[in-house]
């Protein structure tokens, strides 16, 4: 193979290859004019033809993108470059160019030529030419050394090639149609052009074309091209230069702050070992202290708890009823205790719920409204109950305005039955409603009658509910109630028992209560009727609504607290929401998604909100 000369890189970059930037070898030349270097040319072809499966048929120009059609002849991929005519780029360099005898390629032997034919326009090396002049049919042919070929730029422009029609490569240009705007040999004229106007012959009608073409205005113009190219070149290797030091600078500055950074480290470093030691001594003692009260706490639980399972095993009536009040009383002061020593382990949860948006409810009611229950639909419309108006309104899932129906008596709250109907129980009424809500629809689906008067209801199944208030000797009491009117009734000691909440838990075998007066929350196992735990806290003021989410958590609105009380399951506090909480939250329900607790209120300047807090 041909390797490259550093003399025939010209400083200007003319007769460069525009794929390979470097000095031409074996050029060729595509319909456009535009030329590269032969191997340069295989490469690209060889490409073209991979990424279309080797069915190419044509291509267009690296340069321009003029489409250039492929004479493969049968040939493979690799030979496809050497079917187009060589480039007369070559006459525009005083340099030598390499030329290799084509007879001996055909044999894929790359033999230096010395000689070229004129006739053949072939390059032929010294062998070849013994036997060309041998011939009986080329020994009249011109054969011209190389060395006086490329002499001067007029030897080398007289026996250039790739000035022959594009279509035959053999022939000379004779005609110019101005119609198609093309040149052409003979054949081609016939063939393509003989019925045109307008068609000049160069022999003839050259001097008349040149004027008309203005070549000195086409050279004007490629300089001004060239230059503006090359003020552009200019600019990004100046762009580069100013990156490449910028670069080095910020490096150099990154280095001087490493140095000022790890001598603060090291001096941190220090410090920390010194404190932090210190510190920790401290904080180990307090912290043993603190875990020997705990498992002191944890030890009196257990022994209260065994004795409390022994006693009502083993014990007569009476032992067990002391040891119950007793039991009662104790855990009164473990909760005490808890909320003392360990209620601040609350703030660590205090991002797992949080004030997400507030959406105003415009109510149609004659008077101001006071929303005592809540409850989205499967189809996420909003059902809302209005004290004041005795009414039950529905909103679609943007809250507008949809229908409401008047109530018999003044509702209190409210429970979801399935994806279509909803229960509600009324102030100082011993009955619950059902209402049947479908496409924008309310109707009454029937009643049922309690014992007591129940403020409150929560749904455990579309035919059974649970009701809760208070008893006629003035204690607290919640029922299980069948709409085939069977009821379980089971009643307990509650300071206040006037107005109370309930609801279930989703696994259906626990009960909550809500003391609004008496600030306590019960929990029952709703199978037997044992009381699970009391909740208590300063912190929690008339609790209200209750809720219980998709991890059995329970959430408890404090109205005069202004707060939300979240609870684990065992009831042991876990958060307490204040933040964007409203004066006085009286309802709290979860969305059909489980993922926002919606909240109401009986404020007087914010009972047009419903407050949607995210569970995170």
């Not at 049947?436 to 009454?444: E, L, M, R, T, V």
């Not at 107005?499 to 609004?516: D, E, G, M, P, Q």
Request: aromatic share 8%; glycine share 4%.
């Amino acid at each position: 193979m041909a390797t490259r000369s550093e003399n025939t890189l010209s400083a200007d970059g003319a007769n460069c290859c525009p794929i390979c930037l470097d000095a031409f070898i074996m050029p060729r030349q595509l319909k456009c004019m535009h030329a590269f270097c032969e191997k340069c040319l295989d490469d690209y072809l060889s490409t073209i033809a991979g990424d279309k499966g080797g069915t190419v048929n044509e291509f267009m120009c690296p340069i321009c993108r003029t489409v250039s059609i492929l004479h493969k002849r049968g040939k493979p991929v690799g030979e496809w470059a050497s079917l187009f005519p060589r480039s007369a780029i070559s006459i525009t360099a005083e340099v030598k160019v390499e030329r290799y005898c084509d007879t001996c390629r055909y044999e894929d032997e790359f033999n230096k030529a010395d000689g070229f034919c004129a006739v053949c326009k072939e390059n032929l090396c010294e062998a070849c030419s013994k036997v060309h002049r041998r011939s009986k049919l080329t020994r009249d042919h011109n054969l011209i050394i190389i060395e006086e070929l490329t002499s001067t730029t007029e030897n080398r422009m007289k026996f250039a090639e790739g000035f022959g029609c594009t279509d035959h490569q053999e022939k000379q240009i004779e005609y110019y149609c101005q119609i198609h705007d093309v040149v052409s040999c003979n054949d081609c004229f016939f063939v393509n052009h003989r019925s045109c106007e307008n068609v000049k012959r160069l022999s003839v009608d050259l001097p008349c074309l040149m004027t008309e073409l203005k070549p000195e205005k086409i050279t004007e113009k490629m300089k001004k091209m060239e230059k503006h190219i090359q003020t552009f070149l200019n600019r990004n290797e100046s762009n580069i230069s100013e990156l490449e030091a910028k670069v080095n600078n910020l490096t150099t500055e990154i280095e001087d702050i490493r140095q000022v950074i790890n001598t603060k480290l090291d001096d941190l470093e220090t410090l920390v070992k010194t404190e932090g030691n210190r510190i920790y001594k401290e904080e180990m003692i307090k912290r043993q202290e603190e875990n020997h009260q705990c498992q002191s706490l944890i030890n009196a639980v257990r022994n209260s708890h065994t004795f409390l399972e022994t006693v009502l095993k083993y014990g007569t009536d009476a032992q067990k009823i002391l040891v119950c009040k007793k039991s009662i009383a104790q855990i009164k002061s473990y909760s005490h205790q808890i909320r003392e020593k360990y209620e601040e382990m609350g703030p660590l949860h205090e991002l797992q719920v949080k004030l997400d948006k507030v959406v105003e409810i415009h109510s149609t009611g004659k008077y101001k409204p006071m929303y005592t229950g809540i409850v989205q639909l499967a189809n996420a419309c909003i059902l809302l109950l209005d004290e004041n108006n005795k009414t039950c309104s529905l909103y679609d899932s943007s809250y507008n305005f949809v229908n409401s129906c008047i109530l018999p008596a003044t509702p209190n709250d409210v429970c979801l039955m399935d994806h279509s109907e909803v229960a509600i129980a009324f102030h100082n009424k011993n009955s619950i409603q059902f209402l049947s809500i479908g496409d924008g629809c309310i109707k009454d689906t029937g009643m049922v009658t309690t014992r007591y008067r129940c403020g409150s209801v929560a749904a455990v199944s579309r035919d059974e509910i649970v009701v809760c208030g208070p008893t006629d000797d003035l204690k607290c009491y919640w029922s299980r109630i069948n709409r085939s009117r069977s009821e379980t009734h089971h009643a307990f000691d509650c300071s206040n028992p006037m107005i109370t909440y309930v609801t279930l838990n989703n696994a259906l075998n626990r009960v909550y209560v809500s003391a609004l007066f008496s600030s306590e929350v019960f929990c029952f196992c709703i199978t037997n009727e044992t009381q699970d735990f009391i909740y208590t806290s300063k912190d929690l003021i008339c609790p209200a609504g209750i809720e219980v989410d998709r991890e059995e958590n329970i959430y408890i609105v404090g109205c005069g607290s202004h707060n939300i009380h979240k609870l684990s399951p065992d009831g042991t506090n876990l958060q307490i929401i204040t933040a964007g909480v409203p004066n006085c939250p009286t309802r709290i329900s979860l969305d059909r998604s489980g993922d926002y607790l919606l909240v109401t209120n009986s404020s007087l300047h914010q009972y047009t909100n419903i407050y949607m807090f995210a569970l995170k």
